[in-house]
C-alpha cells in the first residue's frame, strides 16, 4: 500500500522532468516511478540487435567502435571504421544505464544503482561478465534502501505538459584520450579510467574501481566531494572534477588514493571542464538548472595545481561540452551551434573564431583520432577537422522522432 502512494505520488511529478519537445503537437517527457531492487536486476540486460535511437546522451570510442548512449535505456554499438559511413551493428540493453567507459575489452556502464563489466572481445557476441551491487546509490529512495527511482520516456500532448527546462544530468557528461588499452568520451562525462582504475563520480561523491583485472572490477571506497558534482577529467596524473560550484583538482599518483590539491571556485553554474598542458578551460552557463548569470569559457592556468589561477574569461552564447586538439578548442553552445577557436593565445581565444555552425544543436564534442564527434539533438555528427575553419560534415547518425 506504501509503495503504491508513493508511486501514485511520483507520478504526480512526471510533468516537471520535461526533456525536449519532439513534434508540434507532442513533448517527450519522463515518468518517475518506483520499482524494487529485486525488480531492478530482473530487468533484461544484454546484447540484442541493432535499431535507431531515440534520444542521444553520452558518446565514447573505442578503436574502430563509437559507442552511443540512450540515456536510461543502453547503449548503441556502430562500426565506425569509416567516420564517412557508420554502421549500426547492435545493441547493448542496460535499464537505467547513463554512462560507460572501456578498458581492455571490458566495457563498464552503469544499471541504476549497480557498476556492469561486459566483455567486448567478441563484438558479435558480448557478454555480461560482472556485477558489482550497490555502488550507485544516489538513486534509491529515502528510507530503507530496498526501493530506487527509475525514469521512462513517453509523448504526451503539449497542452498538458508543464513548462519546464531540460534536465542537464542526461548530458552531463569528458573528452580525455587514454592509453590505447582505454577509449576516449566526451567532456561531460561522469566514468573515466587511470593506471588501472575506474574512477566515477556521483552528484556528491567520487568512487574508486580497481579494474587491474579489467573483467572483474572491484569497489575500493568513495570519497565525498560535497553536492553538485557534474564531471570527471583525466590529465597525466590528475582528476579533474566539475563541479557547479567549482573545480576539484586530485592528484591520482597513487591511483587507488587520490588526494584533494585545490579546489577552483566560481558562482553557481553547470561546470564541464577538460585540460591540455597547463590548463584548464572551463565553460559556465545559463539555463536550466545552472543558475548561472553568464554565459563564459574561462582558462584557468593549473601549473601549479595547488593555486589555479583564472587568466581570462570570454563571453559565449550558451556554452556546453567541449574539446581540444593541439591549437583548437571545439565548443558547443547548446541552441546556437558550434564553434571552433584558435588557443594558441591564451589572453585572445574569444577572438580567434575559426569556424561557426548554427545549424546544429550540440551538447557534447570529441576531436577523435579520424574525426570530429559531435552530439547534437537530433543525432550525432562527424566531421572532418583537418583544418578547423573548414569543418568537413563526413556523416550523420539520426535519432528517431
Same mark, same amino acid.
Given at each position: 500500500m506504501k509503495k503504491n502512494l508513493i508511486n501514485a505520488f511520483m507520478l504526480l511529478l512526471v510533468f516537471a522532468l520535461f526533456t525536449q519537445c519532439k513534434k508540434d503537437e507532442y513533448e517527450l517527457i519522463q515518468i518517475v516511478k518506483m520499482i524494487s531492487v529485486e525488480e531492478m536486476r530482473a530487468l533484461p540486460v544484454g546484447m540484442t540487435k541493432a535499431f535507431q535511437a531515440k534520444k542521444t546522451g553520452k558518446i565514447y570510442i573505442y578503436n574502430d567502435y563509437l559507442f552511443i548512449n540512450e540515456p536510461n535505456e543502453g547503449i548503441h554499438i556502430y562500426n565506425n571504421s569509416n567516420p564517412s559511413a557508420p554502421t549500426n551493428v547492435a545493441f547493448?540493453?542496460?535499464?537505467?544505464?547513463?554512462?560507460?567507459a572501456i578498458h581492455n575489452?571490458?566495457?563498464?556502464?552503469?544499471?541504476?544503482?549497480?557498476?556492469?563489466?561486459?566483455?567486448l572481445s567478441n563484438m558479435s557476441n558480448i557478454k555480461q561478465v560482472k556485477r558489482v551491487t550497490d555502488v550507485f546509490k544516489q538513486l534509491y529512495t529515502a528510507g530503507n534502501g530496498k526501493y530506487l527511482y527509475t525514469y521512462k520516456d513517453t509523448l504526451v500532448k503539449k497542452e498538458k505538459?508543464?513548462?519546464g527546462k531540460m534536465y542537464d544530468a542526461a548530458y552531463s557528461s569528458i573528452s580525455s584520450?587514454?592509453?590505447?588499452? !582505454?577509449?576516449?568520451? +566526451?567532456?561531460?562525462?561522469?566514468?573515466?579510467?587511470?593506471?588501472?582504475?575506474?574512477?566515477?563520480? *556521483?552528484? &556528491?561523491?567520487?568512487?574508486?574501481?580497481?579494474?587491474?583485472?579489467?573483467?572483474?572490477?572491484?569497489?575500493?571506497? !568513495?570519497?565525498?566531494? +560535497?553536492?553538485g558534482?557534474?564531471?570527471?577529467f583525466p590529465y597525466e596524473?590528475?582528476?579533474?572534477? *566539475?563541479? &557547479?560550484?567549482g573545480?576539484?583538482?586530485?592528484?591520482?599518483?597513487?591511483?587507488?588514493?587520490?588526494?584533494?590539491? !585545490?579546489?577552483?571556485?566560481?558562482v553557481f553554474a553547470c561546470d564541464p571542464v577538460v585540460v591540455q598542458g597547463k590548463y584548464a578551460y572551463v565553460t559556465l552557463r545559463t539555463g536550466n538548472n545552472c543558475r548561472q548569470a553568464s554565459n563564459q569559457l574561462e582558462v584557468v592556468d593549473i601549473e601549479?595545481?595547488?593555486?589555479?589561477?583564472?587568466?581570462?574569461?570570454?563571453?559565449?552564447?550558451?556554452?556546453?561540452?567541449l574539446s581540444v586538439s593541439g591549437d583548437n578548442l571545439f565548443l558547443c553552445e547548446g541552441n546556437f551551434g558550434i564553434k571552433s577557436f584558435n588557443i594558441a593565445d591564451k589572453n585572445k581565444v574569444g577572438d580567434n573564431l575559426l569556424q561557426h555552425l548554427n545549424n546544429i544543436k550540440s551538447f557534447d564534442v570529441i576531436a577523435g583520432p579520424k574525426s570530429l564527434i559531435v552530439t547534437g539533438e537530433d543525432g550525432i555528427y562527424q566531421f572532418n577537422y583537418t583544418d578547423a575553419k573548414n569543418l568537413k560534415q563526413l556523416s550523420v547518425i539520426k535519432v528517431k522522432n
Open positions: 547493448l540493453q542496460i535499464p537505467g544505464n547513463v554512462d560507460l575489452n571490458i566495457l563498464y556502464a552503469d544499471n541504476f544503482i549497480d557498476l556492469l563489466a561486459f566483455d505538459a508543464n513548462k584520450m587514454q592509453s590505447s588499452s !582505454s577509449g576516449q568520451g +566526451g567532456s561531460m562525462a561522469r566514468f573515466t579510467l587511470m593506471s588501472d582504475y575506474l574512477y566515477t563520480v *556521483g552528484v &556528491n561523491d567520487l568512487s574508486l574501481f580497481d579494474v587491474k583485472t579489467a573483467a572483474n572490477p572491484l569497489f575500493v571506497k !568513495s570519497i565525498n566531494l +560535497g553536492w558534482v557534474e564531471t570527471i596524473n590528475k582528476l579533474f572534477i *566539475g563541479t &557547479n560550484t573545480m576539484h583538482i586530485f592528484s591520482a599518483i597513487d591511483a587507488a588514493n587520490p588526494i584533494r590539491l !585545490s579546489t577552483y571556485s566560481h601549479d595545481p595547488t593555486k589555479p589561477k583564472q587568466v581570462s574569461v570570454f563571453p559565449m552564447q550558451n556554452p556546453h561540452g
